[in-house]
């Protein structure tokens, strides 16, 4: 996996809030055996006009966006499929991290990101970062007022610069598993394979609910 | 202290809590299907891995495969996916269940059928409707790729604790109501990110008068809810599900009776606590409709089309592009939009009761000229058990398409698509943009909903139709 410690990069709106998976990577660039080769196929129906033409009024599709490796969007975003080829499409575009915002506070918080999207990503090497919805209305106005700026992240620090004007110095939370994981980049498989010891330990003294073989 | 149904799946299987504070959590059932498995077989060939326990590992082809000729796959790239499985469990030694098998079918439709999804399990798959094997109070939610992976080599995940979510539906729905239509209708309440994070576990008068089939529709949409995960305890209805029929992995005998017993132990203990709760009365639930593009966006099949600023949890701008993309003007009464195409089948409603249910209205009338409607049947088994019922004819008098088992137009990876402006009412999960066919309309219904538009050739109020 690719390790992350700090990115300074383009940022990127993307102005809509629930973007699914599907809308990431159609199904019809599912179909590939091989781990490579989404990048070019990333939000494909909005990318393009039916005829294949460029989609100009697309906001990655603007000239200020043009390497943008900083995405910043609305709540839910990655909602849907499991497919990990939205991650892959995403990174292999040339993103290295993706900001959106959770709602509510307390109990009653709602994450930015889905579920099995934000985990993918950090099996890949890609940072969602969470914002408040204020913060990342801030970054939209930023970005707005001056597109193609840029940004600096910090995962050690758990910070991002906004290099707009006014600047804008944002902190921001992550799980402390994530964020070491991200960090060195180590083989999850490998880190886990430490513990076959206690694997086979419980696989003795796990019930007889684990036999599978048919009658 | 008392426990939740979850709490005691999850800490049952715990291999250790590891060092920065995630669980290594032990999985029972790796399903595995083509299209999410062949870049974590081809990691573990590159790092000389094996899989831990291939005999807890089981696989089948449904995403990709066509639905009428099965024999001759024309696209060649489907075809290198399907034969790529094929390969792999072949190589790793894993039990596949190909397009030649009679237990062929939707991954989540066959763990059921063949007694691989039992209560108290961990159940994993590469796909995020695994949440449907929740019906039986197993801990069931869908993975990414790498996670495959790591689940192959090592049989375990490392894990975060999610929270708990308790729905319960309380009172009996009307006539007409189905599981579809709670699901929906929950999802309506909180939007598709409102179970972000948790874990459901459905209870209540209305929950608990399902059968299996019902359940399984309802735990299988969990997930446009945004939970990985929902769950139903086991009960009398359940027991009788997995004692009954050909289910060569499930228990039978005295190893049949002493799971029961330890089944009857999963229930949520009374006291248990939730991190977060709601009740839903069923019976005044209506049937339900998706209008937009995505599972939240639904309302009463009695109701108008909604305009841009009077969606709660949508901003207008939101509402207009799907408004926009569904070809929808506000104010439009739902039961005046006309259909183009049925498609009745997937993991949420391509079960024998679903095939009744849609059976049940179509008998002995036509679909509506010009309407296009396929049924796929989710197994091979449901489709055999369909055409033992007759209901294979009733189907075709009708003038409807009776296929081969797979997902199928659920995400038109095969050639089962939507022309672009065509209108669907459709069993499915998801009407997101372009999810049927680029620039396929979806709306989500349940099984007699969906049959009723094909004769009606336009949405129309279940209950009081005919």
Redesign the interface.
């Known amino acids: 996996m690719q390790a992350f410690t700090h990115h300074r990069g383009v940022l990127a709106l993307l102005?809509?809030?629930?973007v699914?998976t599907?809308?990431i990577i159609?199904?019809?660039f599912?179909?590939?055996?091989?781990?490579t080769g989404f990048g070019e196929h990333l939000f494909h129906?909005w990318r393009y006009h039916?005829d294949g033409r460029l989609n100009e009024t697309f906001a990655l599709n603007s000239k200020e966006f043009q390497g943008a490796t900083v995405l910043v969007t609305r709540?839910?975003f990655g909602?849907?499929?499991?497919?990990?080829?939205a991650?892959w499409a995403v990174q292999q575009y040339g993103f290295r991290a993706v900001i959106a915002p959770f709602?509510g506070e307390g109990?009653?918080r709602?994450?930015g990101f889905?579920?099995?999207f934000r985990?993918?990503c950090s099996?890949?090497g890609l940072l969602t970062i969470e914002f408040s919805e204020k913060e990342v209305d801030s970054i939209f106005e930023s970005v707005s007022a001056r597109p193609g700026i840029e940004a600096s992240i910090d995962l050690e620090k758990q910070t991002v610069e906004v290099h707009g004007s006014p600047a804008l110095s944002l902190h921001f939370d992550i799980?402390?598993?994530v964020k070491?994981?991200l960090l060195s980049g180590l083989d999850?498989?490998g880190t886990?394979?430490q513990?076959?010891q206690?694997?086979s330990d419980?696989?003795k003294r796990?019930?007889?609910?684990?036999s599978?073989?048919?009658? | 202290m008392p426990k939740t149904l979850f709490e005691k799946i999850w800490d049952?299987?715990q291999?250790?809590t590891?060092k920065?504070?995630?669980v290594?959590l032990?999985i029972?059932?790796h399903l595995i299907h083509e299209?999410?498995s062949?870049?974590a077989f081809?990691?573990l060939r590159l790092?000389g891995?094996k899989v831990?326990r291939p005999?807890?590992t089981f696989a089948t082809m449904d995403?990709?495969v066509p639905t009428d000729d099965r024999e001759n796959i024309k696209?060649p790239?489907?075809k290198?996916?399907i034969d790529?499985l094929s390969e792999n469990c072949r190589q790793f030694g894993v039990k596949l269940y190909d397009l030649k098998s009679r237990d062929q079918g939707i991954v989540h439709i066959i763990g059921p059928e063949l007694g691989?999804t039992?209560p108290?399990?961990t159940i994993v798959c590469?796909?995020?409707h695994t949440s449907t094997h929740g019906a039986f109070g197993a801990l069931a939610f869908?993975?990414?790729?790498?996670?495959v992976?790591?689940v192959l080599?090592?049989?375990?995940l490392?894990q975060?604790k999610p929270?708990t979510f308790r729905v319960e539906f309380k009172g009996s729905p009307g006539p007409g109501v189905t599981a579809k239509d709670l699901i929906l209708k929950l999802i309506g309440i909180i939007g598709?990110?409102?179970g972000?994070?948790c874990v459901f576990e459905y209870c209540g008068e209305a929950v608990r008068a399902l059968s299996m089939e019902g359940r399984m529709t309802m735990c299988n949409m969990s997930?446009e809810a945004?939970?990985?995960a929902g769950l139903i305890a086991p009960d009398e209805v359940t027991f009788e599900y997995l004692s009954k029929g050909d289910r060569?992995?499930a228990p039978?005998g005295e190893?049949f009776d002493r799971?029961v017993a330890?089944w009857k132990t999963l229930p949520s203990d009374p006291g248990a606590v939730f991190?977060?709760e709601l009740v839903i009365d069923a019976s005044s639930v209506a049937p339900q409709v998706t209008w937009g593009t995505?599972p939240?966006m639904v309302m009463d099949v009695s109701g108008r089309i909604p305009a841009p600023g009077e969606v709660p949890g949508?901003?207008a701008?939101?509402v207009e592009?799907a408004l926009a993309y569904m070809g929808l003007k506000p104010g439009t009464p739902l039961t005046e939009v006309t259909i183009n195409t049925i498609f009745i089948g997937s993991c949420t409603n391509g079960r024998i009761e679903d095939l009744r249910a849609a059976a049940s209205i179509l008998k002995g009338r036509k679909v509506a000229p010009g309407i296009r409607t396929l049924i796929v049947p989710g197994s091979q088994r449901v489709r055999k058990q369909a055409e033992a019922e007759g209901l294979d004819i009733i189907f075709k008098d009708s003038g409807c398409d009776w296929r081969q088992s797979g997902c199928s137009m659920c995400?038109?990876?095969n050639p089962d698509q939507l022309s672009?402006g065509e209108r669907c009412a459709s069993t499915s999960n998801?009407n997101?943009?372009?999810?049927q066919g680029?620039?396929g309309r979806t709306h989500l219904v349940s099984p007699q909903m969906a049959a009723a538009a094909a004769i009606a050739g336009h949405f129309v109020d279940i209950r009081t139709w005919r």
């Open positions: 102005d809509t809030a629930n699914d599907d809308q159609a199904k019809q599912l179909k590939s055996i091989k781990r129906d039916a709540n839910n909602c849907g499929s499991s497919r990990e080829h991650v709602k109990d009653s709602i994450p889905a579920d099995i985990n993918n099996k890949n799980s402390p598993a070491a994981r999850d498989i886990t394979l513990e076959v206690a694997i419980f696989e796990h019930n007889d609910q684990l599978a073989s048919p009658r | 049952s299987h291999v250790k590891l920065d504070g995630t290594l032990y029972d059932r299209v999410t062949p870049q081809e990691g790092t891995r831990r005999d807890l995403h990709n696209d790239i489907s290198a996916q790529t691989l039992l108290g399990t590469g796909d995020s869908g993975i990414g790729t790498s996670e992976e790591h080599a090592t049989q375990t490392t975060t929270k598709t990110a409102g972000t994070g997930i945004g939970a990985r060569p992995f039978r190893a799971a330890a991190d977060r995505n939240g949508y901003s701008k939101d592009q995400l038109a990876m672009p998801r997101f943009e372009g999810r680029k620039g």
